[in-house]
């Protein structure tokens, strides 16, 4: 019995007590006006009492058959619940098995079913995010997402498409704050930062996309993976050296070529466009000096020919050769010769210096076009031929030399460009532009 119907029989216990402390004799009952009956005291209480039990079972009776009743009902509810949960998680199930079968089309169709009936379902509104993504309704992908978020705001998964769907709609403060909301579950990531470095890259906010990149090189697991974000940490300062340029700001600029130098020593555009100004700016020592280092630092024939472009401007033609001949001369591997020779050949055709030219390109061991050419001009002339085809085939050799060399492909998409440039004009990716020879 609850404490409740307890409390009801001492009530009419102490009812009782009270009367008797009034008469303790007797009681006298009124029937009517003019009738009463005397009842013994005694009898009375135990009458009275008696009654009080009566009417405190009969109350817990009710109260329990209430409850009955109230349980029933629950457990029909619950059952009814749980059969509605079971059809929802195989509808659900079916679905997900549909989106990993790429059959997205019906997919979508159960995915809108549940979400019907269940519009905060964090699943459905998950993957229905991601197949209106595919579908490129991106406004739609967007809104199901931020829903799921809302949802589930500390889902990984989630939240990082959901980061997705604001980079795509040029949206970078709030693709921030979405990343910002993985980085406190996943501050050691070094995607997460990856993905807020890009967006800070976007929004041009230099500062913190530094702060973003050096804890991603702190990151690195290994020698590999510390070289590759020392020359994502050097293109920043790159780009960002262009963005200070772009506002006549020269001074910063340098400050920011010689920290991506700093960053990646290898990394050419730096080193390149560093010359450039310098010898923009009348330095032309220091933009040698810089050109040189570049050489000496990347391998690439792109600085020799920034030297030899700057050297003929000033009227330095024998200066230039020296370079390339103390270049050939240091180079130690066959390919890295023959191309300097190549440039070499060039420049001395270029300054009407066939002989030289000959001389020098007879060193070259390959069996290239037009080295066949010179070849097969040779044999004409033992041959005593007076037909004209020496100076034939010695000219298209020439010409052939003249036009292939340099020629660059980007190492991307391996498309060929005319000259070299710090970006491919085609893909976009920078510094992908490397030297290579027609031969």
């Not at 005694?42 to 009654?51: A, E, G």
């Not at 098995?97 to 019907?116: F, P, S, Y």
């Not at 240091?330 to 002989?355: N, S």
């Amino acid at each position: 019995m609850s404490l409740k119907f307890i409390l009801i029989l001492l009530l009419f216990t102490l009812v009782s007590t009270y009367l008797a402390f009034l008469n303790p004799h007797e009681v006298e009952l009124f029937i009517s006006q003019n009738r009463s009956i005397h009842l013994p005291m005694v009898l009375f209480i135990f009458t009275f009492i008696l009654f009080g039990v009566v009417v405190t079972v009969l109350l817990n009776w009710a109260h329990q058959f209430k409850k009955a009743l109230k349980r029933s009902g629950d457990n029909f509810r619950e059952k009814r619940e749980k059969k509605k949960l079971l059809k929802l998680d195989q509808l659900y199930e079916k679905a997900e098995n549909l989106v990993n079968a790429g059959r997205l089309d019906k997919a979508q169709l159960l995915l809108e079913r549940i979400l019907e009936n269940h519009p905060n379902h964090i699943g459905a509104l998950f993957h229905l995010g991601n197949i209106m993504n595919s579908n490129g309704d991106r406004e739609k992908a967007l809104e199901l997402h931020s829903i799921a978020a809302r949802q589930a705001p500390e889902n990984i998964k989630i939240l990082s498409h959901l980061a997705e769907d604001y980079s795509a709609a040029g949206l970078p403060a709030k693709e921030i704050k979405a990343l910002e909301a993985i980085k406190r579950f996943s501050a050691d990531s070094p995607e997460v930062l990856g993905k807020m470095r890009d967006s800070y890259l976007k929004n041009k906010n230099w500062a913190q996309a530094t702060q973003a990149q050096k804890k991603i090189l702190a990151l690195a697991g290994n020698d590999e993976q510390r070289s590759r974000e020392k020359r994502c940490l050097s293109e920043m300062a790159y780009i960002k050296a262009l963005d200070h340029l772009e506002k006549g700001q020269k001074d910063i600029a340098i400050f920011e070529l010689k920290r991506a130098v700093k960053a990646d020593p290898g990394f050419l555009p730096a080193h390149v466009k560093l010359g450039d100004i310098q010898f923009a700016a009348g330095e032309a020592r220091s933009a040698l000096k810089t050109f040189k280092t570049g050489y000496e630092k990347t391998g690439s024939p792109v600085c020799l020919l920034r030297i030899e472009n700057h050297l003929v401007g000033a009227g330095q033609h024998e200066e230039v050769i020296k370079v390339y001949r103390e270049a050939i001369g240091k180079a130690a591997a066959d390919e890295d010769k023959e191309t300097l020779t190549l440039l070499l050949g060039k420049f001395l055709l270029g300054q009407g210096q066939p002989a030289e030219a000959i001389e020098t390109l007879k060193g070259i061991s390959s069996n290239g076009v037009f080295l066949h050419e010179l070849l097969l001009a040779d044999a004409y002339l033992e041959n005593e031929d007076t037909s004209g085809q020496v100076e034939k085939l010695s000219r298209s050799a020439f010409e052939k030399a003249k036009a292939s060399i340099p020629a660059f492909v980007c190492n991307q998409c391996h498309t060929p460009a005319s000259q070299w440039q710090d970006h491919c004009p085609t893909c976009n990716r920078l510094n992908s532009l490397s030297p290579s020879f027609c031969r």
